[in-house]
């Protein structure tokens, strides 16, 4: 069992940056893939960022390219997502997601992943 917790989440104005952070636990249950996901009022829960534990390299939905980063800090376990020039758009709940085996580049709809946290609300304004 993986257990997940999202910080950072605020409310901020268009241009603005935000980090959000995931800390899970045990870290016994390391998972192979992490991500992060949002649903804005109204839509449909959506992928926004993955990285294979590990990797350097996150694949990222083609609206928050250039804007956003995921990482994770190994030591402390925490994945992070900095995001920067933060538009309306990006206004939503934000997800921690893990899951320890499959593809990590392919979210659809979320349903690969068996954890999730609780989720951080962004909000962003004119």
């Known amino acids: 069992q993986v257990q997940l917790m999202e910080s950072g989440g605020d409310s901020v104005q268009a241009g603005g940056s935000l980090r959000l952070s995931c800390a899970y636990s045990?870290?016994?249950?390391?998972?192979?893939?992490m991500a992060w996901f949002r649903r804005a009022p109204g839509k449909e829960r959506e992928g926004v960022a993955s990285l294979y534990l590990g990797s350097r390299s996150g694949v990222y939905q083609g609206s928050v390219e250039g804007r956003f980063t995921i990482s994770h800090d190994d030591s402390e376990n925490i994945l992070f997502l900095q995001m920067t020039d933060l538009n309306t758009d990006d206004t939503a709940t934000y997800y921690c997601a893990a899951k320890k085996a499959g593809a990590c580049g392919s979210w659809g709809d979320g349903a690969g992943f068996g954890y999730w946290g609780p989720g951080t609300q962004v909000s962003v304004s004119t």
């Open positions: 045990p870290v016994t249950s390391r998972p192979s893939c």
